[in-house]
């Protein structure tokens, strides 16, 4: 474990597999001087499957028979962002535009599920009510014992406004004064036509996680949510820190305590996406990730 300034303790992402198969590295800037190697990814591999030996690391115990590892004194969230969009890949802005998952993000949605079920039992799936964060939640769900997934509009996607449907490279043309707002550094800037500001996104989604964190203390929960808003829920627990990209499926570990205290124990997991791949750009609901 590094502990680190003003951000509590992270744990970097454990090597699933061993390290000659391993295509990429987690980049995660934070307050002071701390850097580890940047990421390096293909943008999409073809979805093969091919039959290895199980790593002696990785359990394959069903997670039901497994005890929570939440301590009674806290929640133990995993948070995960959705599985891949056409829009993703075409870098077309989506906010609260329901979007279906591709294929591929179906497929980084299975192995998230399967790598989740592996791991200590989850006792909720928490979901933004978007298809595209649902439906990964459901494959988390369906995967660890049946859970039923519960919908929290809360963990919605920033609302855009004007910019949503469009490119990054159409925005500035068709609603300038939208993509204006997007790219301002002022917290509390709306988006025309409806957008949200940074502000407003930060107070509905970490309000949406705190009320699940007290009403599970001392359990392990799910909740999968956008880029932009799981941003957000970095800012709460380190406000001096910046994240690194959110990549599609990727695994964030908070803890919240008695005392509403957020503690970010491991960043940026995509150490289950092997056979799929990922795309190197996190695009969506901000400048980086969504």
Known sequence: MTTLRNCGTIQLPRQAFPPRTLHRHLTLPVAGSFTTPRLVSVRRRPIRFVETDEPESVSMTDSNSIPSSAHPAYTEIVVVRHGETEWNADKRIQGHVDVDLNEVGRQQAALVADRLSK????????????????????????????????????????????????????????????????????????????????????????????????????????????????????????????????????????????????????????????????????????????
């Open 119 to 290: 791991e200590s039992k989850i006792s909720a799936v928490y979901s933004s009510d978007l298809k595209r964060a649902f439906d990964t939640a459901q494959a988390i769900a369906d995967r660890c014992g049946g859970i039923e997934v519960i919908k929290e509009p809360g963990l919605r996607e920033r609302h855009l406004g004007d910019l949503q449907g469009l490119s990054l490279s159409e925005a500035a043309k068709a609603s300038p004064e939208a993509y204006e707002a997007f790219l301002s550094h002022k917290t509390s800037q709306d988006i025309p036509g409806g957008g949200e500001s940074l502000d407003k996104l930060y107070e509905r989604s970490t309000s949406s996680f705190q009320r699940i964190a007290a009403k599970h203390r001392g359990e392990r929960v799910v909740v999968v949510s956008h880029g932009g808003t799981i941003r957000s829920l970095h800012k709460r627990a380190c406000p001096s820190g910046r994240p690194a990209k959110i990549l599609n499926t990727s695994v964030h570990i908070f803890h919240i305590s008695d005392g509403d205290e957020w503690t970010i124990k491991s960043w940026g997991d995509v150490s289950h996406l092997n056979q799929t791949g990922f795309l190197e750009s996190g695009f969506g609901g901000d400048r980086t990730s969504g």
